[in-house]
């Protein structure tokens, strides 16, 4: 799933995906870590609810609060396009 993830953040969005851009994507603190020409992918899409599903999915994933059916069509998702 990981590797799905990481392809799918690389081909649809043009950068590298790791795990603390969703964290401070969500935070009330903001982005910290996040080098600006990422953080600009998550700024510019923030108001998308599509982006923001995808963005609360894979935090579930992170978290290991998704049950396999949800992975199971998360990783779906990813690898259809």
Same mark, same amino acid.
């Given at each position: 799933?990981? @590797?799905?993830? /990481? +392809? ?8 590298? =995906?790791? $795990? #603390?851009?969703? @964290?401070?994507? !969500?935070?009330?603190?903001?982005? @910290?870590? /996040? $080098?600006? +020409? %990422?953080?600009?992918? =998550?700024?510019?899409?923030? #108001?998308?609810? +599509? !982006?923001?599903?995808?963005?609360? %999915?894979?935090?579930? !994933? #992170? ?5 396999? +059916?949800?992975?199971?069509?998360? =990783?779906?998702?990813?690898? @259809?396009?």
């Amino acid at each position: 799933m990981r @590797k799905a993830i /990481t +392809e799918f953040w690389q081909k649809e969005f043009g950068i590298f =995906y790791h $795990p #603390n851009q969703i @964290k401070e994507f !969500f935070s009330k603190d903001g982005f @910290k870590t /996040t $080098p600006v +020409e %990422q953080r600009e992918v =998550y700024e510019k899409r923030r #108001n998308q609810e +599509e !982006f923001v599903k995808l963005l609360k %999915q894979v935090e579930m !994933f #992170n978290n290991a609060t998704m049950d396999e +059916e949800e992975r199971r069509i998360l =990783y779906e998702d990813l690898t @259809k396009k």
